[in-house]
């Protein structure tokens, strides 16, 4: 399984990006899948989480700024931010586990063991 995120760059305060996150290799029908990020120092923070059923949960820190939402068909996952801050500089990550619902995935996903993680994309918003 490999897992290849997209999308990031330089933004003002208030900007926009689309981040994409491509799935390949053997995936699964009862995914989760979600998107993360980390800034050197500090602990990741896991940002927002999409389960099999649709089921969605978001970090309060990004919560009415972010949207995510996923292409079953193309195994994509996407992160609409809004409103960028500043402080949403960051690698952003995506990752994917099994049998877990958005909101227990949520607190998980920034463990090694959770499942599998992509390489991450940078976001500098100035």
């Known amino acids: 399984v490999q897992l290849v995120e997209s999308g990031g760059g330089s933004v003002q305060t208030g900007g926009s990006l689309r981040l994409s996150c491509a799935a390949s290799?053997?995936?699964?029908?009862?995914?989760?899948m979600g998107w993360f990020r980390q800034v050197p120092g500090k602990e990741r923070e896991g940002l927002a989480t999409?389960?099999?059923?649709?089921?969605?949960a978001y970090a309060d820190s990004v919560k009415g700024r972010f949207t995510i939402s996923k292409d079953n068909v193309a195994n994509i996952l996407y992160l609409q931010m809004d409103d960028l801050k500043p402080e949403d500089s960051a690698a952003y990550r995506c990752?994917?586990?099994?049998?877990?619902?958005?909101?227990?995935?949520?607190?998980?996903?920034?463990?090694?063991?959770?499942?599998?993680w992509g390489e991450g994309t940078q976001v500098t918003v100035s």
């Open positions: 990752a994917a586990s099994w049998d877990v619902t958005a909101n227990a995935a949520l607190g998980r996903m920034t463990s090694p063991e959770f499942g599998y």
């Open positions: 290799g053997r995936t699964y029908t009862n995914w989760c």
């Open positions: 999409i389960d099999s059923k649709g089921r969605i």
